[in-house]
């Protein structure tokens, strides 16, 4: 098996983070948005809550 050397891509700045507390530890989410989307956010939160009340 071959390794190509490619140049790694520098890390890509967040495009928004949301931090909250929770029984004493704190979660901090980065947000990356699909720039060429058709989706909204609001759409994909949507998607997120109605397949976690199908499980």
């Known amino acids: 098996m071959t390794e190509k050397n490619k ?6 700045k967040p495009d928004g983070i949301i931090t909250t507390q929770r029984n004493g530890q704190t979660i901090v989410a980065e947000l990356f948005f699909n720039h060429s989307g058709t989706e909204t956010f609001r759409d994909k939160i949507l998607k997120m809550i109605l ?3 199908q499980e």
């Open 51 to 53: 397949a976690d009340k």
């Open 7 to 12: 140049t790694p891509t520098p890390p890509r």
